[in-house]
C-alpha cells in the first residue's frame, strides 16, 4: 500500500526567501509522484511531476523538487518566494492507477 | 486547447434532493477522475472512468455514481443528498488510467 505524508499543515516565509514545503512516501513499489498547487477557490494545478527519470524535477513558477530514495522524500522547494506563491500545496503518490493525496501544505508568504 | 471544464461552478441543494455535475474531459484524454474536497482537506478520490465504464472506486458510499458517454465527457450523481456532501467537487482527466491528471476548476457543492 502507499501513502503521503505532507510534514507541516503551514509554512510561513517572508517574500525574497526560499521556501520548502516537505513530502514523505511509502510504497511497496516504484512511484510516480506529483505537485499540485491550489489557489483559494481554485482547481488544482499541476506544478511538477518525477516519473523515475531525472531525480531533481523543475516545474513552473521556479519551483523544484528532488525525489530522494534513500529517504522516501520528495520536497518542495523554491529559491526566492513570491507573494503569488500563497496557496495550499498538495504532495501526490501515483502507483499504477491508485493516486493518494497527501492533505496539504497551506503557504504564507510575509511581506 | 481547451483544459477540463466542469459545469456548474456553484450549486445549492437541499437535504435529500439529487444532483449532476458534468465534466469535459481536456482534449485528447479519456479517463475522468473525480474527486470530493471538503472544506480544509485534500480531495478525496470518489471513482475512474475510462471507456465508459467505471474502473476503481474509493470508500464513497453508491449514492454516489457516475457514467462516461462515448466522447469521454462524465457526469456526477448524488443521490439522498447529505449536509456533509457539501464540498468542492473535482473532475481530473487523463489520457490514459495511470497518466498525469490534470484538474479542471470544480463544482461546489452547498447543502442546506
Known amino acids: 500500500a502507499q501513502s503521503v505524508t505532507q510534514l507541516d499543515s503551514h509554512v510561513s516565509v517572508s517574500e525574497g526567501t526560499p521556501v520548502l514545503l516537505r513530502c514523505n512516501y511509502s510504497s511497496s513499489y516504484s512511484p510516480s509522484l506529483f505537485w499540485y498547487v491550489q489557489h483559494p477557490n481554485k482547481g488544482l494545478q499541476l506544478l511538477l511531476k518525477?516519473?523515475?527519470?531525472?531525480?531533481l524535477v523543475k516545474g513552473i513558477n521556479g519551483f523544484e523538487a528532488e525525489f530522494k530514495k534513500s529517504e522516501t522524500s520528495f520536497h518542495l522547494t523554491k529559491p526566492s518566494a513570491h507573494m503569488s506563491d500563497a496557496a495550499e500545496y498538495f504532495c501526490?503518490?501515483?502507483?499504477?492507477?491508485?493516486?493518494?493525496f497527501g492533505k496539504g501544505t497551506r503557504l504564507h508568504i510575509l511581506p | 486547447d481547451a483544459g477540463v471544464t466542469q459545469s456548474p461552478t456553484h450549486l445549492i441543494k437541499t437535504r435529500g434532493q439529487q444532483v449532476t455535475l458534468r465534466c469535459s474531459p481536456k482534449?485528447?484524454?479519456?479517463?475522468v477522475s473525480w474527486y470530493q474536497q471538503a472544506l480544509g482537506q485534500g480531495p478525496q478520490f470518489i471513482f475512474q472512468y475510462y471507456e465508459e465504464e467505471e474502473r476503481q472506486r474509493g470508500n464513497f458510499p453508491d449514492r454516489f455514481s457516475g457514467h462516461q458517454f462515448p466522447n469521454y465527457s462524465s457526469e456526477l450523481n448524488v443521490n439522498a443528498l447529505l449536509l456533509g456532501d457539501s464540498a468542492l467537487y473535482l473532475c481530473?482527466?487523463?489520457?490514459?488510467?495511470?497518466?498525469?491528471?490534470?484538474f479542471g476548476p470544480g463544482t461546489r457543492l452547498l447543502v442546506l
Open positions: 482534449s485528447g484524454h479519456d479517463t
Open positions: 481530473a482527466s487523463s489520457a490514459d488510467p495511470g497518466g498525469t491528471q490534470y
Open positions: 501526490v503518490v501515483s502507483v499504477g492507477d491508485k493516486i493518494i
Open positions: 518525477y516519473t523515475s527519470a531525472a531525480t
